[in-house]
Nanobody
Framework: QVQLVESGGGSVQAGGSLRLSCETT????????ISWFRQAPGKEREGVAG????????NYADSVKGRFTISQDNAKNTVYLQMNSLKPEDTAMYYC??????????????????WGQGTQVTVSS
């Protein structure tokens, strides 16, 4: 069982930055895929960025490449999503999700077994 707790959401103006955190209960020494998804009102949940804790390999959705960075801090059992140059269309509830190895970084919702409660990001124009 993996528990995930997100934090760091908030309201910013377009062009601003936020850093989301995803703290996990079982992480150190565990190899898993941890990814960020987001869901805007009336839209499907979509993958944003993923990371494999064993190698640090990452994957990003085209819509966030060059603006968002996913990273890990093994000592803190935490994965981060640094979001820069935010746009109003980035407004959504952001969720952290995990799948123990074996796993791939294809950002497909159905692949992930464990989910956090979400943190809201609102970007105003």
């Amino acid at each position: 069982q993996v528990q995930l707790v997100e934090s760091g959401g908030g309201s910013v103006q377009a062009g601003g930055s936020l850093r989301l955190s995803c703290e996990t209960t079982t992480y150190t020494g565990s190899r898993m895929c941890i990814s960020w998804f987001r869901q805007a009102p009336g839209k499907e949940r979509e993958g944003v960025a993923g990371l494999y804790t064993g190698s640090g390999y990452t994957n990003y959705a085209d819509s966030v490449k060059g603006r968002f960075t996913i990273s890990q801090d093994n000592a803190k059992n935490t994965v981060y999503l640094q979001m820069n140059s935010l746009k109003p269309e980035d407004t959504a509830m952001y969720y952290c999700a995990a799948r123990p190895s074996p796993c791939t970084l294809v950002l497909q919702r159905s692949d992930y077994l464990y989910w956090g409660q979400g943190t809201q990001v609102t970007v105003s124009s």
